[in-house]
């Protein structure tokens, strides 16, 4: 899994913090950079086998996911931590690889995710 050897990681957080007001979690790596990430954002590029299955071609659009919270998150060893979300998802484990990758790749990630939903004609809001 990437994250378990430090001399492959890219960066390692020194700080990681929760806004439960803007919805974000704020997460600051050793190499000086950080990254506000939006709950909604982490939601739908969970890393679990649920969303995106046990290979290619095997993914599944997450839909409905604009009002998602973070209820909390949990550590994982030394490497992640595992986000538990109010729509009852706590199976993604989020490693220190993964959490700097979404964040120096937010943007173009953010737009790919709002192309494939219009693509399925579905929506970021709850039906």
Same mark, same amino acid.
């Given at each position: 899994?990437?994250?378990?050897?430090?001399?492959?990681?890219?960066?390692?957080?020194?700080?990681?913090?929760?806004?439960? =007001?803007?919805?974000? %979690?704020?997460?600051?790596?050793?190499?000086?950079?950080?990254?506000? %990430?939006?709950?909604?954002?982490?939601?739908?590029?969970?890393?679990?086998?649920?969303?995106?299955?046990? /290979?290619? /071609?095997?993914?599944?659009? =997450?839909? /409905?996911?604009?009002?998602?919270?973070?209820? +909390?998150?949990?550590?994982?060893?030394?490497?992640?931590? +595992?986000?538990?979300?109010?729509?009852?998802?706590?199976?993604?484990?989020?490693?220190?690889?993964?959490?700097?990758?979404?964040?120096?790749?937010?943007?173009?990630?953010? &737009?790919?995710?709002?192309? &494939?939903?219009?693509?399925?004609?579905?929506? +970021?809001?709850?039906?």
């Amino acid at each position: 899994m990437a994250g378990l050897d430090r001399a492959s990681a890219e960066a390692t957080p020194t700080e990681i913090t929760l806004h439960q =007001q803007s919805h974000r %979690l704020e997460i600051t790596f050793d190499n000086g950079e950080c990254f506000s %990430l939006p709950f909604e954002f982490l939601r739908v590029w969970t890393p679990s086998a649920e969303a995106r299955g046990h /290979g290619p /071609g095997q993914e599944t659009l =997450q839909t /409905g996911k604009r009002a998602v919270t973070v209820l +909390r998150i949990e550590p994982v060893g030394h490497y992640a931590i +595992r986000p538990v979300f109010s729509d009852g998802h706590a199976s993604g484990i989020y490693s220190w690889d993964l959490l700097y990758k979404l964040g120096k790749h937010h943007d173009e990630l953010w &737009q790919t995710y709002l192309a &494939q939903l219009t693509a399925a004609g579905a929506s +970021r809001d709850a039906t």
